[in-house]
């Protein structure tokens, strides 16, 4: 143990030392030439001969000490965080290099078996959440649409299989956000070219189930049409927060999803801070919801940017600017 110690106290700084050494040398050769010019005891000529020799070697010396950092450097230049090249540092770690390089890629090897392994993790979790989450909810949804033909079921039986279905609508759009927000890249995120009406126009239905037997209106307003290419599953569930968010801060009145061109905005009544005593509230008093944080993680992560503002009257505007939109043709 104690021989392994003093190996790695003498390779410690030996670059710093060598490239000293060389310098050392160099400047003691001047001082020797300028010496012997100095007193007639070698020519001037010979004198800066012996000079330049000298410097010429200290640059050799210097750029072959210099080539363990290079290598380095230059692996270092394509090195792609998301698939770190394990091969190309266990080759640059078998190579003979200066104990200050080793140290430098035996840390940069642990880290890049750490992302590596949080890689395989991600992938590993995504897939089995996606499975083991989906599952159960599939299986309620169509329990429920079993229980729903049921003939002899009471009227408190229909409410709570209305609150079911609504509670389950909920659940399937935070698991699908999550599982979106838990990816530490895009990939697996098919793109393509799609009609934000039409993708609107089912999350307007899917929310008017959860505002059944409430005094909330929600209603599209479609005044432009346009196509983005991109995921329809992120921007589904991006709109969707933003409606149920929405929901979330209106007790009563009319909720407005506006489609602009290349933008998307959601409109609702203020939430009255002061409600009568004894009135049961359904929505929350917090303007920042849960819903709206993962909205706007959803909109940080795709680049889409998201604002939110009051009008005259208290109202409240979520809006969605979309950098890219596409026409559609009548």
């Known amino acids: 143990m104690e021989g392994s110690k003093s190996r790695g106290t003498t390779r410690r700084g030996s670059f710093k030392a060598r490239i000293a050494v060389v310098f050392t040398l160099q400047t003691l050769v001047v001082v020797i030439a300028s010496v012997m010019a100095a007193n007639n005891v070698a020519p ?19 750029s072959r000490e210099w080539l363990p950092v290079a ?9 792609d965080s998301e698939r770190p090249d394990m091969a190309a540092l266990d080759e640059q770690k078998g190579r003979k290099s200066d104990g200050d390089v ?5 840390g ?8 590596e392994g949080y890689s395989e993790r991600e992938r590993n979790f995504t897939r089995d959440a996606s499975h083991e989450l989906r599952s159960p909810l599939t299986v ?10 049921e003939t002899d079921l009471s009227d408190f039986g229909h409410r709570s299989l209305e609150r079911i279905r609504r509670s389950t609508r909920e659940l399937e759009a935070l698991v699908e956000a999550f599982l979106i927000l838990s990816r530490e890249s895009d990939q697996g995120l098919a793109e393509e070219d ?7 126009r089912q999350e307007v239905d899917y929310a008017r189930e959860l505002i059944a037997g409430r005094p909330v209106e929600l209603i599209l307003d479609e005044p ?11 921007f589904a569930v991006l ?24 933008s998307v905005s959601v409109i609702n009544p203020a939430v009255d801070t002061t409600p009568d005593p004894g009135t049961r509230r359904h929505a929350s008093v917090n303007p920042h919801g849960f819903d709206l944080a993962i909205a706007r993680r959803l909109s940080d992560r795709f680049e889409w940017p998201l604002e939110t503002r009051s009008l005259p009257g208290a109202s409240r505007v979520s809006s969605v600017r979309f950098p890219n939109p596409q026409a559609v043709e009548a």
């Open 224 to 234: 432009a049409t346009f196509a983005l290419h991109a995921s329809p599953r992120v």
């Open 140 to 149: 309620i949804k169509m329990s429920s649409d079993m229980l729903a033909d």
């Open 239 to 262: 709109c969707g927060q933003l409606i149920r968010h929405a929901l979330q801060q209106t007790d009563h009145g009319t909720i407005v999803v506006t489609v602009m061109p290349g």
């Open 102 to 106: 080793s140290k430098l890629l035996r």
């Open 108 to 115: 940069l090897h642990g880290l890049a078996s750490r992302l």
């Open 194 to 200: 799609f009609i934000v009406n039409t993708v609107l």
């Open 44 to 62: 001037i000529g010979a004198a800066i001969a012996i000079m330049l020799s000298s410097g010429g070697l200290a640059w050799l010396a210097v």
């Open 71 to 79: 290598a380095l450097a230059k692996l270092l230049d394509g090195w």
